[in-house]
């Protein structure tokens, strides 16, 4: 099996893509993605926040692989595109306050530990 064959610890069939126009519709999605083998599902974003952002399913993780590989940094509609493979655990949102507020509880820990005022 080539090196280009294999595949990275976090492949999967659902790539989460990045940087498309706003104006961008599902029809052309497919057009685009289909090229690299049979697609389940595309779901746009459509609210503010997710504008620009797409999930893309395929059908199987070798076509999701290629499509990652020729797509990701390609050039569509005068927009460089960002594809990467869905990740649910990093895309956990915390909030800020939260994140903010254990930062400072362990940065008092250590204070401590080390005896720092």
Do not use: W
Request: contains cysteine; charged residues 25%; glycine residues 6%.
């Amino acid at each position: 099996m080539s090196r280009s064959n294999k595949l990275a610890p976090e492949a999967n069939r659902i790539l989460f893509v990045k940087n498309l126009p706003y104006n961008v519709d599902t029809p052309t999605l497919f057009e685009l993605f289909g090229k690299h083998g049979p697609i389940r599902q595309i779901r746009a974003g459509n609210s503010n926040t997710t504008k620009g952002t797409a999930y893309v399913v395929y059908e199987d993780v070798m076509d999701a692989k290629n499509a990652c590989d020729r797509l990701n940094g390609f050039n569509f509609m005068n927009r460089y595109l960002v594809v990467l493979y869905h990740q649910p655990e990093k895309m956990k949102v915390t909030s800020a306050a939260d994140d903010i507020a254990t930062r400072q509880e362990n940065l008092e820990k250590i204070k401590q530990e080390h005896g720092i005022d």
